[in-house]
């Protein structure tokens, strides 16, 4: 990289800089794309940046000299000071600290509503790289000299897409440190929709074809915007509250996903943002609406496990089978009707009259076909992950939605498609998968699909005691696998004869005997209960050699967490095998942190 300001090693020369009142731009022109200065002299020659590096009278500044010359009068200086900060930063915790402990943040946000476009350009450029980083006390920096609002106001002025990904880019290191999320939401959420998110979506008519949409613009821009929002999102309830009630933001994220499928383009980051945003915003949705409490199914959601079911044999079923039809009304709130067939458990999706807009997107039933195509397509596993997560959040809960959902899941032939993924090397796939499957088997025609076609892959991917498979998969999986297990051969003795038929007895046995993880010896022992508590099926377990004392739980002496296990983690959106313990793990993204040379 070639660097300007060398200044006279006397000093500052008055005369040289009175001189350049009337000049170009003495120091470097277009940083990293020339490779000679201008500088100006009696016969105005053109010198090379080498042969001034070798004159004796120049050298260059010290940080303290290139920060003053961030407040020089003349405009060319202060843009060169803020760009040659701008890379001084890049990738150096020291600089960015010293520069911070010289009070040069404030400046440069103070730069931030110059009026001359190189000036402002170059101070947000200095700023994205200063805010990038573990540091978090150069973020909050940028936060008390009221930087947040400053990136915003250049956000609506400028017309220039690259000052827009400046910002942008900017925004989305800042709301990776907890304090300062809310600060984004309220300063600069609808600003961001508006300017980035809805246009750069394609969420707007054609002008030349007024009843077409267009596509997403896949562009820096966008991805940074995407990054930020996903951030300020996993801030808690009050962050997703206010994400859902933001006009055109659920609109546009599902349109910008629909293109993505449209247009087989669904690997890159800012599919996987947008995915991740609505995942987001898809945890406790069933809790957290306005009036939430008028969809609550406790009745149906009873009866949704505790009937059987018959198959008949002209009707074909999501995996090739029969599907059963024929439906019977159930009262939900006094707003709506669902059909509910009491011996299929199947739903018959409510009328509606009005189009459905905003927050209301988010848990409609055909959002799942959404998600589901993200599930075929995708090779990207964040996106899969966060894929899976939706579904996982919005078939959990005891309300009319979830109940849609899970039926409609298996309407669109989904549950096939969870299931091959279950088969996925990579875990934290395999951990979204089995929980999305956990919580769509409350219903029970899905929990009897699920349990004659996905048993044998949850199973395969258990250890076996101190043996590991060959994923090795983390300590969060499995349990979230043995829960799910649990919750399919609850109030079913033919999966849990399916079970014991699948050979998982032993590896449930050595799971609670020998695991060093006491999540993981509970949740298998909880299995296990499960299991004994069938008196038919305990005549073919004592033959395969099992007694009763297999199915106790086991106490050890001195247990490990498991390396994977972080505090406060737990199965998502669902209770655990303590029925009065609700799942405290936010589908959240962890932060996401970038910047540019």
Known sequence: MLFFLRVLRGGYDDAFMAQLEGNLNPFFQAMCRAQTLQFPHKRSSMVSLDSIRRDPRWRDP???????????????????????????????????????????????????????????????????????GKDHNNKMAIKNCDGIQALVRLMRKSS?????????????????????????????????TDEIIIPYSGCRRDSSNPSQLLSAEWNTVFKNTSGCLRNVSSD???????????????????????????????????????????RNLSYHVHKEIPGAERFQEPHATHLMRSVGHQKKKNETDCFGGKRPKGSLPVMLDGWKKGLLDRKYGTLDLPKRTEQMKGLELLY???????????????????????????????????????????????????????????????????????????????????????????????????????????????????????????????????????LIQGHAVQKLVAINKSSQ?????????????????YKDLRTALMKAGWNKSHFKTTTTGVTKKSKSIKQGIDDITLPLMDKNQDGKGPVVERDTLQVIF
Request: overall charge neutral; proline content about 4%; some cysteine.
């Open 62 to 132: 010290n940080l303290h000299e290139v920060i003053s010359m961030l407040g020089h009068p003349m405009d060319p200086v202060k843009s060169n000071a803020a760009a040659y900060l701008q890379h001084l930063c890049y990738e150096s915790d020291r600089i960015k600290q010293e520069v911070r402990q010289l009070n040069g943040v404030p400046i440069l946000v103070e730069l931030l509503d110059h009026p001359k476009p190189e000036v402002h350009r170059k101070a947000c450029g200095a700023l994205r790289n200063i805010s990038y």
């Open 160 to 192: 220039s897409i690259e000052v827009k990904e400046l910002v942008t880019g900017t925004l989305w290191n800042l709301s990776s440190h907890e304090p300062l999320k809310m600060m984004v939401i309220n300063n600069g959420l609808q600003t961001l």
């Open 236 to 278: 808690g309830a009050e962050a997703r509250q206010r994400l859902r009630d933001c006009e055109g933001l659920v609109d546009a994220l599902l349109h910008a996903l629909q293109s993505a499928v449209v247009n087989k383009d669904t690997d890159n980051k800012s599919v996987e943002n947008c995915v991740c945003i609505l």
């Open 364 to 498: 409609q039933p055909e959002v799942v076909r959404l998600y589901l195509s993200l599930l075929t397509c995708s090779q990207n596993h964040n996106t899969l992950e966060a894929a899976a997560g939706a579904l996982q959040n919005l078939a959990a809960g005891h309300w009319a939605w979830s109940s849609y959902i899970r039926a409609t899941v298996r309407k669109e032939k989904g549950l096939p498609i969870l299931v091959e993924l279950l088969r996925s090397d990579v875990d934290k796939v395999v951990r979204a998968v089995a929980i999305a499957l956990r919580n769509l088997a409350m219903d029970r025609r899905n929990k009897d699909l699920i349990g004659s076609y996905a048993l044998r892959d949850l199973v395969g991917n258990l250890p076996c005691g101190q043996q590991h498979p060959a994923k090795n998969l983390e300590g969060d999986t499995v349990v979230s696998i043995l829960n799910t297990i649990h919750e399919i051969i609850t109030d079913s003795p033919e999966n849990a004869r399916a």
């Open 517 to 533: 993880a006491a999540r993981e010896t509970k949740a298998a022992s909880h299995v296990l209960q499960t299991i004994w508590a």
